[in-house]
């Protein structure tokens, strides 16, 4: 308890590294956008454990999380409690750390994300655009924008899947996005992906649709 008096929450960041230690108090989980949810146990209708995130501290409120179980959050900040399952297929870290290391060369590129789905790597692209944002504003009579107030808009930015690298064997394929018709990823570009190349072997210009150099 705090001078509050209310419940102090144990936060567990984005991106944890070790296991926290045991919470003093109910579990929290704060998301890319900045907003704290905390876990809960409720009932079915039958009777079994149903267990949820809410944005306060209600009846049900768990200091830890259930075994077999664990919190996840979305591309576009929702967060959930899922069953673990270790037999879902993994991208080696090694390879995602590959794909940041190449978005990371391009500053057109910087709020781009890119994360593991199954055993494929997906980049999201951000809506609006860091410049299309600057554009909005600049349509209000705004000039100058701070970096910082650039970086905060871009953090509740909405994300969209624009292309993914699929395994097969030792490299990826590529696929990209469409909006044609009843859209979809494509068929399988013309380029596959070696990761022992290292980023030299980035995807060319026109993968991302933008001026890679």
Partial sequence: MNASGRSKAK?????PSPKPS???GPVAYRNR??????????????????????KSIGEGALTKVPEGFEICESINGVVSVRRMNEARATVPPDDIALVHSVI????????????????????????????????MLFEYGIGHIPADAIAERMSHAQYSPIMKFEPQEDEYVVRRMTFRGHGGWSYPLNIVIEPSAGVDNAPPPDVFGGDWS
């Fill in 11 to 15: 936060v567990i960041p984005l991106f």
């Fill in 22 to 24: 045991p919470p003093e």
């Fill in 33 to 54: 956008m900045g907003a704290t949810f905390y876990l809960h146990e409720g009932r079915t209708k039958s009777g079994k454990p149903r267990y949820f995130m809410a």
């Fill in 104 to 135: 990371e060369r391009y500053s057109h590129l910087r709020y781009y994300l890119a994360r593991a789905v199954d055993s494929a790597i997906v980049i999201y692209e951000p809506n609006p655009l860091p410049k299309q944002f600057e554009e």
